[in-house]
């Protein structure tokens, strides 16, 4: 009898938002696959139909993930090749998979990455952040006082920061890195992308989480937060930003001053202000 030779697993990206951003390999290997699995079937549905992709579906999430690996490895087992796939994006970063992709591996079966969209590396491409070296954070904690101590476990790292955050929270996290960060640090806020009302913006932190909060239409949809690391530019910016602040204070105003201020050395108006 002859021997069964194994299928595969395709780790497959898919757009981000728009539609027409997934590769033609990606199309026709989610067209050859047996079965798809998918983060949530009824979301991945349209996107399929509209690529005339008519392939069955099984849902792989967060909560179910444990129990279906073990009948998507015996499947590909048995000859059959499984396409993995999440809602948006990059399988695996910051959403499930990573399971699967483990016991595939461990059983011998073969994992082909089918690359595309990925929202953290779509940010920090128009972030205008150094992109040398970066770490990504995925999710902060829901919790304010899990959130902030991690921000302080962050504080000193000098690489370019990427996190994902959930529109309801947003403006509460841009709040608690500013008092964590500092408002003098660069960060970019890229809401949206590749989306109608797509947004990159990019300014210190103090200016970034003012803008925020006091915009509702900013406090809507997927966002992603970059945060540039800490360096010796940024502290030498404030250290100049206090120095002409002071200078200027002792004929003007505090508000006039710091805006001066501000406009002179390029530090964050709201960090000299609040300073006097």
Known sequence: MPTVQPGYLSVVATPIGNRDDISA????????????????????????????VD????????????EVV???????????????ISDAGTPL?????????????????????VPGACAAIAALSVAGLPSDRFVF?????????????????????????????SSHRVAESLADMREVFGGAREAVLARELTKLFETVIGEPLDELAERVAGDPDQQRGECAILIGGRGEEADARLAEGQRVFAL??????PAKAARLAAAITGAPRKSLYEAS
Do not use: W
């Open 70 to 84: 073990d009948g998507l490895v015996r499947r590909m087992l048995e000859g059959q090749s499984v396409a993995l």
């Open 25 to 52: 390999r990606a199309i026709a290997t989610l067209r050859a696959a047996d079965v798809i699995a998918a983060e949530d079937t009824r979301h991945s549905r349209p996107l399929l139909l509209h690529h005339n």
């Open 93 to 113: 970063v910051s959403d499930p998979g990573f399971r699967l992709v483990r016991a595939a591996r461990a059983a011998g079966i073969r994992c082909v990455p």
């Open 137 to 165: 954070e995925g999710f902060l904690p829901p919790k304010a006082a899990a959130r902030r101590s991690r921000l302080q476990e962050l504080a000193g790292e000098p690489r370019t920061l990427i996190f994902y955050e």
């Open 55 to 66: 392939v069955p579906l099984v849902a792989l999430h967060e909560h179910n993930e444990r």
């Open 248 to 253: 200027l204070r002792e004929e003007l105003s």
